[in-house]
């Protein structure tokens, strides 16, 4: 079995920051890609970025020059820094990995609202 733990979701004001945390426990054996989606009320979820275990990047438009996603491979860890943050950011973000298969965490609220 493998957990994921997110933590560092919370209400912050239009333009302010957050830091969104995963750690990785378990039966890990090899981690591939590992990032971060979110889900708005009654919108499908999306991916906000993604990081290889070489450091390759993905980014949706949207978030694009605002967040910045990094991993640690000796802590099994990926973080999602978001600047810059406005009201559409408002979502459930979820903590995925892969090993083969997608592993997910429960999800973290993040809300953007003055």
């Known amino acids: 079995q493998v957990q994921l733990v997110e933590s560092g979701g919370g209400l912050v004001q239009p333009g302010g920051s957050l830091r969104l945390s995963c750690a990785a426990s378990?039966?890990?054996?090899?981690?591939?890609?590992m990032g971060w989606y979110r889900q708005a009320p009654g919108k499908e979820r999306e991916l906000v970025a993604r990081?290889?275990?070489?450091?390759?990047?993905n980014y949706a438009d949207s978030v694009k020059g605002r967040f910045t996603i990094s991993r640690d491979n000796a802590k099994n860890t990926v973080d999602l820094q978001m600047n810059s943050l406005k009201p559409e950011d408002t979502a459930v973000y979820y903590c995925?990995?892969?090993?083969?298969?997608?592993?997910w965490g429960q999800g973290t609220q993040v809300t953007v609202s003055s």
């Open positions: 990081i290889r275990t070489i450091g390759i990047t």
């Open positions: 995925y990995v892969n090993m083969g298969l997608d592993y």
């Open positions: 378990g039966r890990i054996f090899r981690l591939n890609a």
